[in-house]
């Protein structure tokens, strides 16, 4: 079939690269910069691609606009990793318009199917109830498990599909014991600075806090910052119990440094996953609509240091 002008410049531009525009969240943590290395380590030329990468800053705006600048330069894909769970659908219909497949990645988007090809990452549900059973399994093993136990939450960015099932998955451990009372859930935006903020008013409000859920590990060190600076101890063999998700290396310093209990895994290396779910739609085959990703957890009964030594991030 004969090429337009413009798809001979464009090819001549990019070669047989295959074009994708990766809309990320932003850097907001140390996950997120583990998966923005995996998509640029595996979106290489060598590797046949050619990889236009944005940051979103947090904001669907953003998002929204590199989604659009993409289609105007006729990408071959969209990626996605949506900041927000709601209002992409008339973004994505554009695309759709355009002939330009979307993969989503990492947080799911609360749209009609038919506007995306697929979804991989991690059952942030599922690790909310994981943690939720942690912390009933390691409260009964210490004889605290008929007492009153006050929990607060530092929540990731309201909205997004990681911070929705994981408040979602520990409420529902929750509602199995009436002892446990959820105190206070606030947003921390899955930031290290904003965790530590969001914990310093915790600590001022409440001064009988017996557990933190933190929604990501680097809101974990910030909460764990503003309690020792209040005078208390976290972690093990401390005043509050501490955990957070993803399982980032920092988060196994900081088990091991006897500050945090538990870290409940999110992976973030999406890039090799989106490359197959590629290569497999370029050959004309179908691919898994929801693909979900296996995930661990892990606590200081373990033998940290090798499992630590064994991790990509
Ligand atoms: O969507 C995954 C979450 O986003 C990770 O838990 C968090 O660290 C990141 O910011």
Known sequence: EAETEAEAKDDAASGDLIVVGYAQVGAESDWRTANTESFKSTFTE?????LIFDDAQQKQENQIKAIRSFIQQDVDYI???PVVETGWEAVLQEAQEAGIPVILSDRQMDVDESLYECWVGGNFIKEGEI??????DYLKAQGRDGEDINIVTLQGTIGASAQVGRTEGFGNILKQHD????????????TQA???????SFLKSYDDIDVVVAENDNMAFGAIDAIKAAGKTCGPDGDIII?????????????????LNAAFECN???GPRVDEIIKKLEKGETVEKIQYVDEAYFDTSMDLESIKAERAY
Request: charged share 25%; aromatic share 14%; glycine share 10%.
């Open 194 to 200: 904003k965790g530590q903020e969001v914990m310093e």
């Open 131 to 136: 943690a939720g059973n942690w912390l009933a």
């Open 79 to 81: 990626v996605v990793a």
């Open 268 to 270: 973030p290396l999406h």
């Open 243 to 259: 955990f957070s998700f993803d399982a980032v290396k920092a988060a196994f310093d900081a088990m091991i440094a006897g500050d």
């Open 179 to 190: 002892n446990w009372k959820m105190l206070d859930m606030q947003t921390g935006e899955f």
């Open 46 to 50: 060598e590797n046949g691609y050619k």
